[in-house]
């Protein structure tokens, strides 16, 4: 892939609405893989007093649709299935890494495990099934363009 290609694509997923809402950071976009950071802030929290399941399935979620559109064409989820296994705190820094592990026509599996930064836990893990669509948001056409 072209890196003017791979700067369009990057630049596409960077301009996430709900990620920059919730302060989610693309840090590493490769085809096939991603790795996303959120710091956990107060209003993160549930009525318990820990990060709330939706931030950390976002955060998963996120990891999952950059890495799966990493290759510029149009990839949507098909199916999510997440296993919460720690607790995490405000002041937690988390971080959602996305592999590619299965590809077959326009379907693709993903795995995805999401851990705390300042104890190295796994805080949730997840197994996603992406759909490619026959459309491109950065065709194919402008690798060197």
């Not at 919730?22 to 950071?37: F, N």
């Not at 149009?74 to 199916?79: C, P």
């Not at 999401?114 to 796994?122: A, F, L, M, V, Y």
Request: hydrophobic share 40%; charged share 20%.
């Amino acid at each position: 892939m072209g890196k003017n290609r791979e700067k369009k694509i990057n630049d596409y997923i960077q301009h996430d609405p709900f990620a920059q809402f919730l302060g989610v950071k693309v840090e590493v976009l490769e085809p096939g893989h991603s790795r996303v950071t959120l710091t956990i802030t107060e209003n993160m929290l549930n009525f318990h007093g820990i990060t709330h399941g939706g931030v950390i399935f976002s955060l998963g979620d996120m990891a999952f649709a950059a890495a799966s559109n990493s290759y510029g064409q149009t990839a949507v989820a098909l199916n999510v299935a997440i296993n919460f296994l720690k607790a995490t705190k405000s002041g937690d820094c988390l971080i959602a890494e996305a592999i590619e592990q299965s590809q077959s026509g326009p379907i693709a599996l993903y795995d995805i495990s999401i851990t705390n930064d300042r104890t190295g836990d796994i805080v949730a893990k997840s197994q996603d099934l992406v759909y490619r669509k026959k459309e491109w948001f950065v065709p194919s056409e402008q690798i060197e363009g």
